[in-house]
RNA sequence: CGCGGGGUAGAGAAAUUGGCAUCUCGCAAGGCUCAUAACCUUGAGGUUGGCGGUUCGAGUCCGCCCCCCGCAACCA
């Protein structure tokens, strides 16, 4: 039986989920849901990522116990998960399981023995206001834009590097290799530019004593390794490595045949296609077949955040709407490659539009007909997806997946206007019938197909096609005014 | 000349290797009554950011310019 690996990268904790990781999270599992019916089998990860100065900050800020602390935002992360109708067999990693610690330990101890790691002078940039360690990209006019009246102070400390410079010739030749190891192809070339201008080596450790929350660095009582370098590895953890080796092999793959696809969003291109990848040539271990890279949902023209107040709830679409419908607009109104946009008011315009007007009101005019009509029940015929349908899901084209599904819907609206069963059955009850039939046979290739993307709706209809004789046609999405 | 993405109807998008500028929403008129005030048809709406070039033919290829948006190393 064929295997599939998915993962999704997996959020850090220090906020409520936002509709950026709904995005991410339903798409893998559109792509796993797409190849568990195609009969393989599949391993689907998704998790939280929990370590590092900024999660041990926030918590003493709201003073929590740590670990109190990352519990309840895992278990908010692990909430969202049903809301979004995310397959239940998904695997929910947490880095601060024992085992996935042990598991970086490990992956650390590999890079070691290959001589890729050693110590060297770091120069921490640290705003005394937050007390914590800022990155150059937080910085505006090279102070804290929370705290302007203060100096960033630089802290010099000991730290392990990992030897990401050794491994620039590998991965151009890795890429070349792997044509569509980045997909789509202009992230790929981005990544490569980066490769190809020189990579520096990266710390992969913090001292215990001022940042004691992270994963003790295997021999070194004084260390925690930097939140990246553990956090990474959750990709193999999550499958049992290393003790694990057959689960290992039949999904994250071989040498000879890397099976893991990465999905990730498009901050992430270096961490996922770079970085890691070297660690993984320096641990001796497969590569992921493929990274995937999508785009950022924006609201109403410019980037979520707090201080705008403009960041979207996927908790609060779903209640407002349902689960199917936040879906499909995840899957057909956003471009997966591109940026989208989100606002309420195009959000509603497009449920009203497509969900209500489109599939919701196909489906009750031709159960209507039927049971008008007498017919009572519909043997299912369909077993497999069309071809079409196949190459864009392959392809990781879920926005063309999904319009392909409504460009049926529309074909069947017109055959509708153009055909007037409704008229026809009175004047040639055979004829009639004929057309209502091939009505319920199109009702059927449309809700088998809608299957990975909207599982519910999909069970809703294939359930109503197969007892019509109570008469209770499914209202599937009300208008909203 | 740091790297990259983009500019197509009021809005959002699509257009293998150059070959009738297409689709959805919205708008207008008509049709239909099976359906969730839904569905179908037709129509209006365009200097494809600008200028120039190659070509029988350019949204597409080449040159220059203008304007948006990311990234610029340890930020998911």
Redesign the pocket.
């Given at each position: 039986m064929n295997k599939f690996y998915i993962t999704t990268?997996?959020?850090?904790v220090?906020s409520d989920p936002?509709i950026?990781?709904a995005l991410e999270v339903v798409e893998a599992d559109i792509l796993a849901r797409y190849h568990k019916l195609m009969g393989e089998e599949v391993f689907f990860n998704t998790g939280t990522?929990e370590h590092?100065?900024?999660i041990h900050g926030k918590a003493l800020e709201a003073g929590k116990d740590t670990q109190v602390y990352v519990d309840s935002y895992a278990a908010r992360f692990k909430a969202l998960l049903p809301k979004l109708g995310i397959l239940p067999e998904v695997h929910f990693i947490r880095t601060t399981d024992a085992h996935h610690k042990q598991a970086a330990q490990e992956f650390w101890t590999r890079c070691n023995a290959s001589g890729d790691i050693y110590k060297k002078e770091?120069e921490i940039?640290y705003c005394v206001g937050c007390e914590l360690?800022?990155?150059?990209?937080?910085l505006v006019d090279g102070k804290c834009p929370l705290h302007t009246n203060l100096e960033i102070e630089i802290r010099k400390e000991e730290?392990y590097?990992f030897r990401?410079?050794k491994y620039g010739q590998h991965l151009l030749e890795f890429y070349a290799d792997n044509k569509t190891f980045v997909v789509p192809d202009?992230?790929f070339?981005?990544i490569k530019?980066?490769v190809e201008?020189?990579?520096?080596?990266?710390?992969?450790s913090r001292l215990k004593e001022k940042m004691s929350w992270g994963v003790p660095v295997p021999g070194d009582e004084t260390q925690v390794m930097?939140?990246?370098f553990d956090?990474l590895v959750n990709y193999i953890s999550t499958l049992g490595w290393p003790e694990d080796v057959s689960n290992f092999e039949q999904f994250w793959g071989t040498a000879e045949n890397s099976n893991g696809v990465q999905i990730?969003?498009?901050?992430?291109l270096?961490?996922q296609s770079?970085?890691w990848q070297a660690m993984l040539f320096s641990a001796g271990l497969p590569n992921s077949k493929q990274v995937v890279i999508h785009g950022?949902i924006n609201s109403g023209?410019?980037?979520m955040s707090k201080s705008l107040g403009n960041v979207v709830d996927p908790f609060k679409v779903v209640d407002t709407y349902s689960t199917d419908a936040l879906r499909y607009w995840l899957a057909r109104?956003m471009?997966m490659f591109?940026?989208?946009?989100f606002t309420e008011e195009?959000f509603k315009?497009?449920y009203?539009?497509?969900?209500?007007?489109?599939?919701?009101?196909?489906?009750?005019?031709?159960?209507?007909?039927a049971t008008?009509a007498g017919i009572a029940d519909f043997r299912l015929q369909i077993a497999d997806f069309n071809a079409e349908y196949k190459t864009y899901l392959e392809h990781y084209e879920i926005q063309k997946a999904a319009d392909w599904v409504w460009g049926k819907?529309?074909e069947v609206?017109?055959y509708?206007?153009?055909e007037?069963?409704?008229?026809k059955i009175k004047v040639d009850a055979e004829a009639g019938k004929k057309d209502i039939e091939y009505l319920l046979a199109h009702l059927e290739l449309i809700a088998y197909h809608l299957q990975p993307l909207l599982p519910d709706t999909a069970k809703k209809i294939l359930i109503a096609l197969q007892d019509m004789s109570t008469g209770t046609?499914?209202?599937?999405?009300?208008?909203v005014e």
């Amino acid at each position: 039986m064929n295997k599939f690996y998915i993962t999704t990268t997996i959020p850090y904790v220090n906020s409520d989920p936002h509709i950026g990781f709904a995005l991410e999270v339903v798409e893998a599992d559109i792509l796993a849901r797409y190849h568990k019916l195609m009969g393989e089998e599949v391993f689907f990860n998704t998790g939280t990522d929990e370590h590092g100065a900024k999660i041990h900050g926030k918590a003493l800020e709201a003073g929590k116990d740590t670990q109190v602390y990352v519990d309840s935002y895992a278990a908010r992360f692990k909430a969202l998960l049903p809301k979004l109708g995310i397959l239940p067999e998904v695997h929910f990693i947490r880095t601060t399981d024992a085992h996935h610690k042990q598991a970086a330990q490990e992956f650390w101890t590999r890079c070691n023995a290959s001589g890729d790691i050693y110590k060297k002078e770091y120069e921490i940039k640290y705003c005394v206001g937050c007390e914590l360690e800022k990155t150059d990209s937080e910085l505006v006019d090279g102070k804290c834009p929370l705290h302007t009246n203060l100096e960033i102070e630089i802290r010099k400390e000991e730290n392990y590097f990992f030897r990401f410079s050794k491994y620039g010739q590998h991965l151009l030749e890795f890429y070349a290799d792997n044509k569509t190891f980045v997909v789509p192809d202009f992230r790929f070339n981005e990544i490569k530019k980066f490769v190809e201008a020189g990579l520096q080596d990266f710390s992969i450790s913090r001292l215990k004593e001022k940042m004691s929350w992270g994963v003790p660095v295997p021999g070194d009582e004084t260390q925690v390794m930097y939140v990246w370098f553990d956090a990474l590895v959750n990709y193999i953890s999550t499958l049992g490595w290393p003790e694990d080796v057959s689960n290992f092999e039949q999904f994250w793959g071989t040498a000879e045949n890397s099976n893991g696809v990465q999905i990730a969003g498009k901050d992430n291109l270096r961490q996922q296609s770079a970085m890691w990848q070297a660690m993984l040539f320096s641990a001796g271990l497969p590569n992921s077949k493929q990274v995937v890279i999508h785009g950022f949902i924006n609201s109403g023209g410019q980037k979520m955040s707090k201080s705008l107040g403009n960041v979207v709830d996927p908790f609060k679409v779903v209640d407002t709407y349902s689960t199917d419908a936040l879906r499909y607009w995840l899957a057909r109104e956003m471009n997966m490659f591109e940026d989208g946009d989100f606002t309420e008011e195009k959000f509603k315009e497009s449920y009203n539009a497509n969900l209500a007007n489109g599939l919701g009101n196909l489906v009750s005019r031709v159960l209507k007909m039927a049971t008008n009509a007498g017919i009572a029940d519909f043997r299912l015929q369909i077993a497999d997806f069309n071809a079409e349908y196949k190459t864009y899901l392959e392809h990781y084209e879920i926005q063309k997946a999904a319009d392909w599904v409504w460009g049926k819907v529309k074909e069947v609206d017109e055959y509708i206007a153009r055909e007037e069963p409704f008229k026809k059955i009175k004047v040639d009850a055979e004829a009639g019938k004929k057309d209502i039939e091939y009505l319920l046979a199109h009702l059927e290739l449309i809700a088998y197909h809608l299957q990975p993307l909207l599982p519910d709706t999909a069970k809703k209809i294939l359930i109503a096609l197969q007892d019509m004789s109570t008469g209770t046609i499914p209202r599937l999405f009300p208008r909203v005014e």
